[in-house]
């Protein structure tokens, strides 16, 4: 919500590919409704079964395991505004942080995926509120500092 502010003072803070930076205001914080969904993912993962199927061997690729998280974002009154973060961010794979609270911790995100069936980026009615012209959208972020989202999963 680039307006206002329902609850908290949450936002998401990136700066477009050859622009400035810029701040989305979020009328609630991510997860306050419950809809945070903390994932740890790995490199690639394979795994072979002997002729037999009595023996597997696994194999993983990559470094240790990175934080993610599914978050809805809700009541966002500027679907327009939204809809240019996640696109910027997915296409030229850029930082986005996420401040729950003004002064507090910040998470640098990357945007993994939008919750679109189209494959594009879109943003659907507030499933409570669109009467008032709100929106939400699922995605999924990944933590780019090695960090965790402990305090992030804890508060919300």
Do not use: C
């Amino acid at each position: 919500m680039a307006t206002a502010w329902v609850k908290g003072s949450a936002s998401l803070v990136y700066t477009p590919n050859g622009g400035t930076e810029l701040v989305h205001l979020l009328a609630v914080p991510l997860g306050i409704v419950r809809e945070l969904v903390p994932a740890r993912v790995w490199g690639e993962h394979h795994d072979w079964w002997s002729a037999d199927k009595r023996h597997r061997r696994i194999v993983t690729v990559g470094g240790p395991s990175v934080h993610e998280i599914t978050a809805v974002n809700r009541l966002d009154n500027q679907p327009v505004e939204f809809m240019d973060l996640l696109e910027q961010a997915m296409l030229f794979d850029l930082t986005v942080t996420y401040i729950p609270v003004d002064g507090g911790a910040e998470y640098p995100l990357r945007i993994v995926s939008v919750g679109s069936e189209s494959g594009g980026v879109s943003i659907i009615g507030d499933r409570q509120r669109f009467g008032g012209g709100e929106w939400e959208q699922t995605f999924r972020a990944r933590r780019t500092d090695g960090g965790s989202l402990s305090g992030l999963i804890s508060s919300s």
